[in-house]
C-alpha cells in the first residue's frame, strides 16, 4: 500500500479563535463583501469567485494548521465531519486505536471547550457562514436570474450550515425549542452585533433556516448551477424536507421530499446497480447534490487527508483498509434480510460479499477462527496460490465495501472520488416517514415498500399497522441506506433514540449504553469563542459531561462520571501514515 502523501502549503485560516498566541476572536466577517450589489447587478459574474469559495471551504485541507499547530489528518472538510457524526453514534464501527484519527469522536473526549474537534466543527460551519453572507452581501436585491441563483446558492448553503450547528451543540427541535443553540450572524450584522451574539433559541435557528430556505427555493427557480457541485432548488428543497422532518412538519417534509425528487428528476440506484461497490462519482443519476471532486483539490493532492483514505476499503493509499478500517455494527447487519441487495456493502461473519468478484479476493482462516481477505488488483483464479504482489488490503468480517475508490479501480492510489451529501434514496424515506407520522399511515406505508421492494430487495414487507410503527421500518432503512453519510448521529438525536453499541462488534472499551438526550452527546462551544464573544458567558455553554464508561451487554444503565484528561493529538509518521497519540 502505497502511504507516502506530499504536503501542501498550510491553507490560511479564514476564521481565528484565541490560542496558541493567536489574539483574534472569531471573524464571520463575509469575505468579498467590499463586492457590492450594484457591482452585481451590472457584472454578475464577479460574484462567481465568492459562490465557488463557498464549495472550495465544503473540500478544504489542513483549514485549522495554524490553530492547531500542526497538521490533523481529519481536517479535510465537511467529509471529515459525517465521518465524525458516523463515529459518534452507533452503527458505523472502528477501532479504539492510535492510527484513528476519529478516536476521541468514537471515545467521546472529544466533548470539551478546549477540543481541537469542537474547533474544527465551529470553524468549518461558521466559515461556511460567513462565506455564504459574502454572497448574499454581494447579491443584495439581485436584478437578474444569475444574481438570484447567486443569492439562492448563499441562502441555502447558510441554512445547511446552521442546521448541522443546530444539531450538533443542542438536542433536537421538538421539546427543546426554547433552550440556547448558536449565534445566528447574517450578512446585514454589525462588528458590535458580531462581538456580543448570544445564543440564539433553537426556534430562533430554525425559523432563520426555513426563511433561508424558503428564499433560495424562490432564488433557484431556473436557475443554472455548474452541475451537482452546487445548490440547485431540488437540494434546498432537500435540504428544507431535511428542517420540517427534524420540527415534526410532517406534512411539509413529504411535499418537499416529493419536490425534491421531481425538480431533481433523479432516479434511486437500481437493483443491479446497488449491487456493485460506488457511491464515489457526482455524476451518478441517483445523486441531488455533492462535493465535486478532481485530482487537483487539494484534499487529493495531500495523499490520505480525504474521505477514501478514511472510509474506502479499495483504495491503495490511506488509512483504511488497513490502519483505521470502518465497519458496520454487526448487530445491525445480521437484521437486514438475505434478499436485500444492499447486504453485500459489507462482508459478512465469514468475509463474503456477493458484489466484489471472487477472483479478486482470498480467504485465510486463522488459528483463533478468524478469517482475514486479501482483496487483490487483479483478478485471479482463486483455486491458484495466492500471490502478496497483487494484494493492496487485508480486510475483516463486517468491513464496508460500499465506496468503491477512484474510477472504481481496485487498490487506486489518486483520492480523487466524489463525496455524496444528497441522494435521491433519502428523500423516499423522508417522503415515507412524513406521510405516516402526518396521519396517512398506509400512505407512509406503500411509499417505503414501494421504494425498497423496487430498489433494495425484492421480497421486503412491513408489518408495521401504526405511524410509529412505519416510523420505525424507515429509521432501519436510514441506517443501511444512507450508512457512512453523516446522518446516523442526527437520526439518533431526532428521534430522542439512545446510543446503544452492546452485543455488536464494538470493542469492549468504547461498548456504550448512552441514554437518549444524554448532556454528553452535545458539543461545547469553543472556549475562545466565549472568550471573546460578549454575548457568551462561560455559564451560558453546554455543560461538560463525563465520558461514558463501558457495558456489558444487558447494562442499560447510564454511564458513571469519572474524571478524565482529553490528550493532544501528537503525529507519529509510520510511512506517511499518522497515529494519534
Known amino acids: 500500500m502505497k502511504s507516502i502523501f506530499k504536503h501542501i502549503s498550510p491553507c490560511l485560516v479564514a476564521v481565528a479563535l484565541v490560542a496558541a498566541g493567536c489574539s483574534d476572536s472569531m471573524d464571520t466577517t463575509p469575505k468579498g463583501s467590499h463586492v457590492l450589489g450594484s457591482t452585481i447587478a451590472s457584472d454578475p459574474s464577479s460574484v462567481s469567485g465568492l459562490v465557488n469559495g463557498m464549495y472550495s471551504d465544503m473540500i478544504e485541507a489542513e483549514a485549522i494548521t495554524n490553530w492547531a499547530g500542526a497538521t490533523r489528518h481529519y481536517d479535510f472538510g465537511y467529509a471529515s465531519t459525517m465521518l465524525m457524526m458516523d463515529n459518534d453514534g452507533q452503527d458505523e464501527v472502528s477501532r479504539n486505536t492510535g492510527y484513528n ?5 468514537l471515545r467521546y473526549t472529544d466533548r470539551t471547550a478546549t477540543s481541537e474537534i469542537t474547533y ?14 459574502s454572497v448574499l452581501s454581494s447579491t443584495e436585491n439581485p436584478a437578474t436570474d444569475e444574481a438570484r441563483g447567486y443569492h439562492g446558492q448563499g441562502l441555502a448553503m447558510r441554512a445547511f450550515a446552521y442546521l448541522n450547528l443546530a444539531q450538533m451543540y443542542q438536542f433536537t427541535y421538538k421539546g427543546h425549542e426554547t433552550a440556547p443553540c448558536v449565534p445566528i450572524v447574517t450578512e446585514t450584522m454589525t462588528a458590535e452585533e458580531k462581538a456580543n451574539n448570544p445564543r440564539a433559541t433553537v426556534q430562533a435557528v430554525y425559523d432563520r433556516i426555513l426563511a433561508d430556505l424558503d428564499s433560495a427555493i424562490v432564488d433557484l427557480d431556473g436557475a443554472t448551477t455548474t452541475g451537482k457541485g452546487q445548490i440547485g ?6 435540504l428544507r424536507a431535511r428542517a420540517n422532518l ?11 421530499a416529493e419536490s425534491a425528487i421531481s425538480v431533481s428528476n433523479a432516479e434511486p440506484l437500481s437493483l443491479d446497480e446497488a449491487a456493485k461497490p460506488g457511491f464515489n462519482d457526482i455524476s451518478a443519476h441517483n445523486w441531488i447534490w455533492g462535493m465535486d471532486i478532481n485530482e487537483t483539490s487539494n484534499v487529493v493532492q495531500t495523499g490520505i487527508l480525504n474521505f477514501p483514505s478514511m472510509m474506502s476499503s479499495f483504495t491503495g493509499n490511506g488509512y483504511s483498509p488497513n490502519y483505521a478500517p470502518k465497519f458496520i455494527n454487526s448487530k445491525l447487519y445480521n437484521e437486514i434480510d438475505t434478499t436485500d ?15 466484489v468478484p471472487a477472483g479478486y479476493m482470498y480467504k485465510e482462516a486463522g488459528a483463533d477462527g478468524s478469517v482475514t481477505v ?16 497483487t494484494a493492496f488490503a487485508n480486510w475483516q468480517p463486517y468491513i464496508n465495501v460500499k465506496f468503491c475508490s477512484y474510477q472504481n479501480k481496485y487498490g487506486n492510489e489518486t483520492n480523487a472520488c466524489d463525496v455524496p451529501l444528497m441522494r435521491v434514496e433519502e428523500m ?8 405516516a407520522m402526518s396521519g396517512d399511515v398506509e400512505g407512509g406505508k406503500k411509499v417505503l415498500v414501494d421504494f425498497v421492494r423496487a430498489y433494495r430487495d425484492p421480497k421486503y ?4 399497522t401504526t405511524a410509529e410503527g412505519v416510523q420505525e421500518a424507515v429509521w432501519f432503512q436510514r441506517r443501511v441506506e444512507l450508512w457512512g453519510e453523516g446522518f446516523s448521529f442526527f437520526d439518533l438525536m431526532r428521534l430522542k433514540k439512545p446510543i446503544d453499541r452492546r452485543g455488536a462488534n464494538y470493542e469492549s472499551s468504547v461498548t456504550y449504553y448512552i441514554p437518549a438526550e444524554s448532556q454528553i452527546m452535545l458539543y461545547i462551544i469553543p472556549e475562545a469563542e466565549v472568550n471573546n464573544n460578549r454575548g457568551i458567558k462561560a455559564e451560558d455553554n453546554n455543560p461538560v459531561a463525563a465520558i461514558p464508561k463501558p457495558v456489558k451487554v444487558g447494562d442499560n444503565t447510564a454511564s458513571s462520571a469519572r474524571k478524565f484528561n482529553v490528550n493532544g493529538l501528537q503525529t507519529h509518521a509510520v510511512s506517511g501514515v499518522a497515529r494519534m497519540k
Open 374 to 389: 486479501y482483496c487483490l488488483t487483479t483478478e485471479k483464479d482463486p483455486k491458484t496460490a495466492f500471490d502478496p504482489n
Open 246 to 256: 427534524i420540527m415534526q412538519n410532517w406534512k411539509a417534509a413529504a411535499a418537499d
Open 428 to 435: 423516499y424515506l423522508i417522503k415515507a416517514e412524513a406521510k
Open 461 to 464: 414487507t412491513c408489518k408495521a
Open 101 to 105: 484519527w476519529y478516536r476521541n469522536n
Open 233 to 238: 432548488q431540488a437540494a434546498a428543497y432537500g
Open 120 to 133: 474544527f466543527l465551529w470553524n468549518q460551519m461558521y466559515k461556511l457562514i460567513g462565506q455564504a453572507n
Open 341 to 355: 441487495v444492499r447486504r453485500g456493502w459489507w462482508l459478512d461473519g465469514n468475509g463474503n460479499t456477493p458484489i
